[in-house]
């Protein structure tokens, strides 16, 4: 049973930063390829940051490369650092694994991990 927990998030004021874990449990977390979504109020859930097996990544174009995503496969962590936050990165932030065409693998979400940035 594939077991997703978020972590990190937290209020902090315009122009602060933040690091988001997640921690996967019960799949083979090396082979995935994973990313971090986020789930604004009233918006849908949407990709903002995704990493490969191979360790390439790729970012939405509006993060403007204030984010940064890693994994420590040693651990089965996958990390979200956050720089220069701003009002619109409020939201929940999740993680899961990615299928082949870049959708969310699991079925099953882990809590997220709230982020909330004051102006």
């Known amino acids: 049973q594939v077991r997703l927990v978020e972590s990190g998030g937290g209020l902090v004021q315009t122009g602060g930063s933040l690091r988001l874990s997640c921690v996967a449990s019960g799949t083979l977390f090396s082979i995935r390829d994973m990313g971090w979504y986020r789930q604004a109020p009233g918006k849908s859930r949407e990709l903002v940051a995704s990493?490969?097996?191979?360790?390439?990544?790729k970012y939405v174009d509006s993060l403007s490369g204030r984010f940064t995503i890693s994994r420590d496969n040693t651990e089965n962590t996958l990390y979200l650092e956050m720089h220069n936050l701003k009002p619109e990165d409020t939201a929940a932030y999740y993680c899961?694994?990615?299928?082949?065409?870049?959708?969310?693998?699991?079925?099953?979400w882990g809590q997220g991990t709230q982020v909330t940035v004051s102006s």
């Open positions: 899961n694994a990615l299928d082949t065409r870049g959708r969310p693998l699991f079925t099953s």
């Open positions: 990493i490969m097996r191979d360790d390439s990544t």
